[in-house]
């Protein structure tokens, strides 16, 4: 993209665009007001910046003010709407940033984030009042009126201190000043991504972090999530993590007691709980959610973490943060397509044979029992109507089901990436056989990191397993939708 379109291309949100929820759209308006001011100029980047600033902050008048149909406001407004458009891109990055830095298994990507930053489609002129403090919308006319709804873009230019000798860039004060955006922090306390409770903490323990803990520890865990996390579900994961019920604490006694461990009293396990959670803050392995800022114990302020990646915003940054997202774009896309050609397939297969085309109808609601309700297959059989645990795993069979999802998601995944990789001139069209086979290695490796290893690990855990994997996730999310 060419360095100045920035000025009058916009990002905004889209729901056309299903893959990325965002498009760039050119803002005609600021267009030409750009292109009048600065088309035969050979000013740099940075003073460009500085100059659209002068006019919206009203410092200095355009070349264009002096023409009737152009008030000093409308100048004003056209300045800003040169500069909603240039900071949407790291307000955009940000997001995506954030995004990867809480990677693994939070329930939510980039595109939940946009609505609360991302909310400007360049439609409005908009400037400043007096006192700088305050949006007003222009009307038909070019008379400021008061507006309710505020653009985030704006206020990222109404924070901006362009005089001051410590001040960053404009795309970085951007970048900051959505990171710090109070409704993103609202949103990323839901999952527990900032001043953990000690429910949500528990909550969210995986088996990879709770290796540091006595057995007799795992099982109270293993029985809080069994509890707490179905009830989680039930209520679509919504809210603060409370403390867990009487009713809850009784489920989780009797599990236990099943297990060999006996706890006298409700009391005695929300207590002893209670201790498994500082273990967990004590060996701080929770330290990689830590909020978006930290204390500075010197002077009490919250501060940006010293260990988050560089705000810098190259173009090579941009494109390996561009191709990341890509990469776990396309992987969302190809998991959730071999899962729905799986599953027909599946059917197809049961429909046409002489001996199980009876069970062809009831085979994803027998997943739904697996994967929904955590029932084993020999729970399953006898209410399909099936005979045997033997006969109940040849219809569903999981583990087959998996691994052909596996194959169909890496076949489905490499032709998008071979044809990003010929685009950016990685690799000859048609590719070479050996960097073909390499890119399946490196994608089957992708793919099993990402989605297949903790869904094999899942399946292989036994009674009281955890259905909580993007796998199934996936998996749960088309049998609701179909069976």
Not at 380 to 391: A, E, R
Not at 453 to 470: F, P, Q, Y
Request: hydrophobic residues 35%.
């Amino acid at each position: 993209m060419e360095a100045s379109s920035k000025y009058w291309k916009i990002c905004h949100i889209s729901l056309a665009s299903e893959r990325t929820r965002y498009e760039y759209r050119s803002i005609p308006l600021a267009q030409e007001f750009f292109q009048s001011q600065f088309s035969n100029s050979t000013i740099a980047q940075n003073n460009i910046q500085t100059t659209l600033l002068s006019y919206f902050q009203g410092q200095e008048q355009t070349a264009l003010a002096t023409s009737a149909q152009q008030t000093a406001p409308i100048c004003r407004a056209k300045a800003g709407l040169c500069l909603r458009c240039s900071v949407s891109y790291p307000i955009l990055k940000a997001c995506q940033k954030i995004d990867n830095l809480y990677g693994g298994d939070k329930q939510f990507t980039y595109r939940d984030l946009l609505p609360f930053v991302l909310n400007d489609e360049g439609k409005d002129l908009i400037i400043l009042d007096s006192n700088g403090k305050t949006q007003l919308k222009l009307d038909s006319f070019g008379n400021p009126q008061p507006t309710t709804f505020k653009l985030f873009t704006v206020e990222v230019l109404r924070t901006f201190k362009s005089n001051s000798a410590s001040s960053m860039s404009l795309d970085n004060w951007a970048f900051l000043q959505t990171k710090q955006s109070p409704e993103l922090k609202t949103f990323l306390s839901e999952f527990g991504f900032q001043h953990l409770s000690d429910w949500a903490l528990l909550n969210r323990a995986r088996p990879n972090q709770l290796e540091q803990l006595a057995a007799h520890d795992r099982l109270l865990v293993d029985a809080f999530h069994a509890v707490y996390r179905r009830d989680r579900r039930q209520q679509s994961g919504i809210g603060k993590c409370l403390e867990p019920n009487a009713a809850q604490l009784t489920e989780m006694r009797f599990m236990l007691e099943k297990q060999g461990l006996i706890i006298s009293t409700p009391a005695d396990l929300l207590k002893a709980l209670k201790q498994v959670v500082q273990q967990l803050r004590q060996h701080d392995i929770w330290s990689y959610r830590t909020p978006l800022e930290v204390q500075n114990m010197d002077t009490g302020n919250y501060e940006l973490r010293s260990d988050l990646p560089s705000n810098s915003c190259s173009e090579l940054d941009m494109e390996e943060q561009e191709f990341l997202e890509f990469l776990h774009q396309q992987l969302a896309i190809s998991l959730a397509h071999a899962i729905k050609q799986a599953l027909q397939t599946q059917i197809t297969k049961l429909e046409t044979s002489k001996r199980y085309a009876p069970f062809a109808a009831c085979f994803l609601s027998g997943l739904k029992l697996y994967y929904c309700e955590g029932l084993s297959l020999r729970d399953i059989g006898p209410q399909l109507g099936m005979s045997s645990w033997d006969q109940t795993r040849r219809i569903l069979n999981p583990g087959d089901l998996l691994s052909h999802v596996r194959q169909l998601t890496v076949q489905q995944l490499l032709e998008p990436i071979l044809e990003k990789a010929q685009s950016k001139g990685f690799a000859s069209m048609p590719p070479e056989p050996n960097y073909l086979r390499t890119l399946t290695a490196e994608i089957e490796a992708f793919v099993d990191a990402e989605i297949f290893e903790e869904a094999v690990s899942e399946i292989k855990a036994g009674k009281n397993r955890l259905m909580d994997s993007k796998y199934a996730d996936q998996l749960k999310h088309y049998i609701e939708q179909n069976a």
